[in-house]
């Protein structure tokens, strides 16, 4: 049931014409903060700067490492040649060979003529002589051939893994510098979408009072629409009375085609006007929006006297930018200098192998502690570091004329500002008094023309008139307005 009522509503939703929002200036202004494209990517790469100062800041701190691998290769790292593997291998052989058994045969003969020993007891310390031989040469043999098996490396798979821990001590303030860098390039973040906060502020201010100018000539067209329409209608009653030519009647048909133009003008312009003020507030283009001030018959205008000029050089986003691009460059020097002082670095971490070489060749894992000082010294570059270095202080200077520059300048828009709020303020003066002289003129050429005293030329230009005073009070005031923007905008205030 309740998704059947959701669906109805959502039906009647469809088919019900939506009504128009009612905007102020505000309301645009914080619709145009929260939904424009660009500010939320300045947004996001204020969020990218502060990742970065957050990783420069890991620099300081130890970093530690793991690292392992395992290789498989066809052959063997062999200590041994096979001359020196043959050797060992018949090294009993060898030795019991060098054994003279004729030597033996002829002491124990001699023993057995002297009467020393019986030819029985020659004949059987020969024999253990025989049998000792052989036993040495098969134990010699064995002995060879377990040194040689105690040489094989078998390296055909090895397995190996290490945890390193590095502590920078002294990196010739780069570490330092660095993250001074990185602070700079968030504040530089945080000023960016200040400007461009202040940017989409300005455009909205523009694209609001562009709109409310336009409606307010838009009623402006209808009201002369319908002057020009009614002395059509009266010169066409006169010359049907035979009072007016139709000469007279062809000019106010000129004047009624003209007004009818400028109000298609004024509706389309209006129309595209509204186009771009929901894109700006991020709505869509096709949505109904009515403004406040649209609906009132007459603006009322505030001047905007009470501002210090000499807040912009603190406020403005540009000349903190340019500021901090300064601070910026001073510290890229320094992370060139570093590289021409000495740095130090502690190290330590435990290394394990499978085989190891700890105690002879163990195929078993083994491992071993290590802890270590690292130390570079530039010695000689041929004046690599010394001319990066000139060319870096070099662009810090850039920088500072780059900033000295946008303060003259901004000193003189600031200034520019003031003069166009001054003018408009006085032509909003002037378009006010001129209102009064327009409205008088043409209640007096209205007059006359029904008194018969004056002809329509006289009362159409009195009608020109009267247009062209309203619109320039209109003009006046959007000015006043305008510029107010204008002049927030180059001190750097919303």
């Not at 018949?90 to 020993?117: R, Y």
């Not at 009072?243 to 062809?250: E, K």
């Not at 000082?373 to 570059?381: A, G, K, M, S, T």
């Not at 009195?462 to 005031?477: E, S």
Request: aromatic share 6%.
């Amino acid at each position: 049931m309740n998704r059947f009522l959701a669906f109805c509503a959502s039906a009647l939703c469809l088919v019900l014409p939506l009504e128009a929002q009612t905007l102020s200036l505000d309301s645009c202004r914080a619709m145009a903060l929260r939904n424009n494209k660009q500010l939320g990517i300045a947004r996001a790469k204020q969020q990218v700067a502060m990742n970065v100062r957050k990783s420069a800041r890991t620099k300081y701190l130890p970093h530690i490492d793991v690292a392992g691998g395992w290789m498989l290769s066809s052959r063997e790292v062999s200590l041994l040649n096979d001359e020196q593997k043959n050797t060992l291998s018949n090294v009993g052989t060898t030795a019991a060979g060098a054994v003279d058994a004729s030597q033996v045969s002829t002491f124990l003969t001699q023993m057995v003529q002297k009467g020393i020993l019986s030819p029985a007891e020659a004949q059987q310390y020969g024999q253990l002589a025989t049998g000792a031989t052989q036993q040495l040469a098969a134990y010699g043999n064995a002995l060879g051939e377990k040194i040689k098996d105690a040489f094989r490396t078998d390296t055909r798979s090895i397995i190996v893994g290490s945890v390193v821990v590095n502590q920078p001590v002294f990196m010739g303030g780069a570490i330092k510098a660095a993250n001074r860098m990185a602070d700079i390039s968030e504040k530089m973040a945080a000023v960016s979408v200040d400007a461009s906060e202040q940017d989409v502020l300005y455009n909205i201010d523009n694209a609001y009072w562009l709109v409310v100018s336009l409606k307010q000539k838009q009623r402006l067209a209808d009201s002369y629409l319908k002057l020009v329409q009614k002395l059509d209608d009266d010169v066409r009653k006169m010359i049907k009375e035979g009072v007016a030519t139709r000469a007279d009647g062809l000019k106010v048909d000129v004047k009624v085609n003209e007004a009818e133009m400028t109000k298609t003008q004024v509706d389309n312009g209006l129309s595209l006007a509204r186009m771009l003020l929901c894109q700006l507030c991020g709505i869509q283009i096709s949505d109904k929006v009515t403004l406040v001030d649209e609906s009132k018959d007459d603006l009322v205008v505030v001047p905007m006297n009470r501002y210090n000029k000499n807040s912009a050089m603190d406020n403005r986003p540009e000349l903190k930018l340019l500021n901090n691009a300064v601070e910026l460059s001073e510290q890229t020097t320094n992370v060139v200098r570093a590289t021409m002082l000495p740095q130090v670095a502690l190290t330590g971490g435990y290394m394990i192998s499978n085989p190891n070489l700890y105690n002879g060749y163990e195929k078993k894992f083994g491992g071993m502690w290590t802890v270590g000082l690292l130390v570079r010294v530039p010695v000689f570059d041929w004046g690599d570091a010394t001319y990066k270095v000139r060319a870096s202080k070099i662009a810090t200077n850039i920088a500072r004329l780059t900033l000295d520059e946008a303060r003259e300048k901004i000193d003189l828009q600031v200034n520019q500002c003031d003069y166009r709020l001054k003018e408009a303020n006085k032509k909003l003066v002037t378009a006010q008094k001129n209102i009064q002289r327009a409205e008088e003129n043409l209640r007096c050429a209205n007059v006359g023309f029904k008194e018969g005293v004056m002809d329509a030329t006289e009362v159409m230009a009195a009608q020109t008139a009267w247009l062209q005073a309203k619109t320039q009070k209109i003009d006046a005031q959007i000015d006043v307005c305008l510029g107010e923007a204008a002049m927030k905008k180059a001190i750097g205030v919303r």
